[in-house]
């Protein structure tokens, strides 16, 4: 067999997987940080390749309106465009008002905070990292503490949860230090939030594969994002090596693949998803924990089983 015939049928065998695949995780725009291509574009995009859904996120606004939008006035896109909210300075922070319109509006997902979670705060200063979002084109971020003075998850924090519990939204943890997370997602199942998603372990908030192992033990989703682990992408910081331990620790069935992706200067979310494909065959792993990991487990995490049967089926 020719190494041409190879490559095409690599290249129809991640078409096939991604057939039905959810993007929870991609930074569309529009947006106060330079995007290279926005929510329609990104729907359009996603639709050829027969995603059946995406999560746009933003950290300064929920999406929900632009779903809203692109579902009414463009129903032949195959991909369903979603929605959620980080919980950052210009939402109003840990705002229950906020999480609740959102649910309201259709949205899925509730990011803890991110660009001003106190411990992204101190971890910028120290990585030479400047994220040029809110945090520098508006005013300095200034920090949303989820503890109190004592450690303990604070009142505000628990009003969100019950927020979310409430509603039926998942919780993302966001740029917490991997200590608040464990604190909050324990208050959380408490308040009955209905499911959990750990937020790139590999990447800023300092877990371990040991944290990851004893989150998904417990029904903890891991969300890691592909950007940080392919060759040619500006934000890798982890080996091929390093995605295997990752997955191996919580297990196919509770890993979640998302880009991460949407920024200038970078491939396309689309792209990601096919090289992060590319990487989980490289590993080993087979098309069903392929198919998990791509899309059933985020359709079971964010509620989209319907969308995800429908793309299949197509």
Known sequence: MSMAHDTEELEAHV?????GAIDPHVHSGPSIAARALDHLALARQ?????FAAVITKDHDY????????????????????YSGIALNNVVGGLNPYAVEHTAAMGGK????????AAHHLKWEKTSGWVHPASTQKIRAASAVPVLDGAGRVNDATKE???????????????HLHISE???????ARRRGVRALILTHPEDIVEATLGDVRDLAAQGVFAEHSLCMF???????????????????????DQTILCSDLGQVGVFSPLEGFRRGVKLCLELGYDDAQIRKMV????????GLEADVAAATAA
Not at 15 to 19: A, E, G
């Open 181 to 187: 997370t464990l604190l909050v997602f324990e208050e």
């Open 109 to 116: 997902v509730v990011f803890m905070p991110t660009l001003a």
């Open 46 to 50: 996603m639709s050829a390749a027969g």
């Open 230 to 252: 392919l060759e040619g992408s500006k934000f890798k910081t982890r080996s091929t090596e390093d995605l295997r331990d990752q997955i191996e620790a919580a297990g196919p």
């Open 160 to 174: 969100i949860l019950d927020a979310v519990a409430r509603t039926g939204l998942a919780l993302e943890s966001g």
């Open 62 to 81: 929920a999406g929900v309106m632009t779903a809203a939008l692109i579902a009414a006035n463009f129903p032949e896109l195959k991909t369903k465009v």
């Open 295 to 302: 899309s059933l487990n985020a359709a079971r995490a964010f």
């Open 15 to 19: 078409d096939r997987l991604l057939v």
